[in-house]
């Protein structure tokens, strides 16, 4: 009796040890695949981006942006009369807005290709051994500049949005104009982001890849006083 036993034990034994690999195997690749959904769901979020047309910005959570650059002008150029002066008028125009807006600040790398250009179009003119070996350093030294990231330029935007609704983007833009109109009025130059500039600078602002490491470690950092004796 034993021996007829014997096998279908092991064949129950056998399905039983096969259909728990099985299940676990099941459960296993579906919390995976609920990590990986999750991870999904994660970056969507952040970024809260459903879609980029012409002028707009359509979020996630119901909101039309628009972005507005703002020319950067140096003040130290410009005298304390003037600078007052520009004080009150931007003081003036920006109390008359109601709606809440963004300010950002961005750095991004310093666009050196004109200036190569520039200089590359004097190397091929020039018969000057000694002045082409000078530009061609400068050249040099620049382009190592740019790729250590040392040299940056900030990127300084307005942003205004609105609850989506139908035809709001026609009342968005009226504002955005407007907004624009404020800042020219104390002589300073703005305008609106069109679908490619907005992506751009979404990649400042989201993307690794656009980042500038600064290199802040304690020996750089700190300067140190040599006493010698």
Known sequence: MENIFTPIIILL?????????????????????DIENKKIETAQEFVN??????????????KVITYIQITPIDTNLLSDREKITLAR????????????F??????????????LTEYQSIVSDTSNPVQKELLRQEML??????L???VVERQFYIMLWEEYEEGIERELLKRTIEFISKFESGGIKANILNESKIVRMCNLINNP????????????????????L
């Open 13 to 33: 034994a056998t399905l039983i040890a096969g259909g728990a690999a099985l299940f676990f195997l099941k459960r296993d690749t579906k919390e995976k695949r």
């Open 49 to 62: 981006v459903v879609d980029i047309r012409d002028q707009f910005l359509y979020t996630r959570d119901g």
């Open 89 to 100: 008028i931007l003081t003036a125009e920006l109390m008359s807005e109601r709606d809440a």
């Open 102 to 115: 963004k300010f950002l600040a961005v750095s991004r790398p310093v666009d050196i290709s004109p200036l």
């Open 141 to 146: 030294s620049i382009s190592n500049f740019a």
């Open 148 to 150: 250590s990231g040392e």
């Open 209 to 228: 890849a656009y980042t500038n490491i600064e290199d802040t470690t304690f020996e750089t950092a700190m300067p140190f006083l040599l006493q010698y």
